[in-house]
Each structure stands twice: as C-alpha cells, then as structure tokens.
C-alpha cells in the first residue's frame, strides 16, 4: 500500500495522472505479484471505464501511446500492454521497503515494557532498505524470508535501522540456512530456479 503522503510527490516525480498510475499499478502487480490483479482491473473498467466508440476502456489509445513515449507502459503481455522496468524500478523502490516496515515487528517487550521497534523517519528506513538491497526482488525476498526466521525464533528486539545498519539480518541469515528443521531456511532463490 502506497503512504498518501508518497503518493501526490510520486505522481509528480512520474508526471502520470491518477487514472495512469492505477493502471500502470494493477499490470505491476499483475506481472511481478499476482495475476489475479488482472481480474481488478477488469472490474475497474467494468464499473468506471470510459464508453468510447462502443467498448470500455479504462485510459484513451492516445494516453497509452503517451505512457509509451515516455517510457512507462510497452506493448506485451497477457493485457496487450505491460510496464517497464523503468516503471517497476520506480514503483518496487517504495513498495519493498514498505513490505518490510510492515513486517518488521512495532513492539518488543524488555522488562515487561513495551519498547517500540519502529521509528524515525520511515522515507529514509524504505531508502537505505531499498539501497542495501540494491532493489533487488530476490534479495528482497530473502530479507523477508530472514525477518520471518528471527521473528519466529524471538531474535527481534532492535529497532529497525539498527537492524538494518548493523547487517544483523547476515548473521540471522547464515543460521536460518543451517536450521534444518525450519522450512524457512530454503533459499528463496533457488526455490524459484528449479
């Protein structure tokens, strides 16, 4: 989910209007998260789709060759059209980084007292995030796939940027992939290339 307060600075930086960025947003996560976004997309144009020259559309041909021009939309693909990598490099910067926030834990309990886990400034935390990954969707996967193994095995209790900052996930790595008893310690990677 995007944050509103990325969301009008994202549609400028990109200069793509509302209607542009869902559907450039829905064919995203259709490529690279789940095709059944296809389906939403088809009940977007069902329920708000323009009626031009007898058929439902959800953005003008002369909008798509635009998307085209400036380099976030190519033709391909099951929906006739899919996005960039320029696009999904843009996009993938804020959505991978809010994924982890968002699973990072928000508490912790030392002494019985609630500790939060979470704070600073959550545009800089998705940054260095997207950074130390180097926007990397497999590395992305297997820090999540880390996250989850420490959280599992009660090995939180910093703050994220200290989590982050301190490569503690490397150390958490290297036993998630020696736990043989976990299913976790699969690496991500190879899952997907065999």
């Not at 490529?31 to 953005?59: N, P, Q």
């Not at 990598?85 to 959505?95: E, G």
């Amino acid at each position: 989910m995007i944050d509103v307060k990325q969301y009008i600075p994202f549609l400028i930086k990109l200069g793509i209007t509302q209607e542009e960025f869902l559907l450039l947003y829905l064919l995203y996560l259709a490529e690279y998260i789940d095709t059944s976004h296809f389906d939403l997309l088809g009940a977007y144009i069902k329920h708000f789709g323009k009626d031009i020259d007898g058929k439902r559309i959800m953005i003008t041909e002369a909008e798509k060759a635009s998307l085209v021009q400036r380099g976030w939309l190519q033709k391909g693909g099951a929906a006739g059209y899919t996005v960039t990598p320029k696009f999904a490099n843009h996009f993938s910067n804020m959505d991978l980084g809010e994924e982890f926030i968002c699973s990072y834990p928000a508490f912790t309990k030392i002494n019985n007292i609630n500790i939060p886990l979470i704070s600073g400034n959550r545009q800089e935390i998705k940054k260095a995030y997207v950074t130390m990954i180097a926007n990397s969707l497999s590395e992305h996967n297997e820090m999540l796939a880390d996250l989850k193994y420490a959280i599992t095995h009660n090995l939180i209790n910093m703050k994220i940027t200290n989590y982050l900052s301190s490569h503690f996930y490397k150390s958490i790595r290297e036993m998630r992939l020696k736990d043989t008893s976990d299913p976790s310690t699969i690496n991500f990677n190879q899952m997907i290339n065999k």
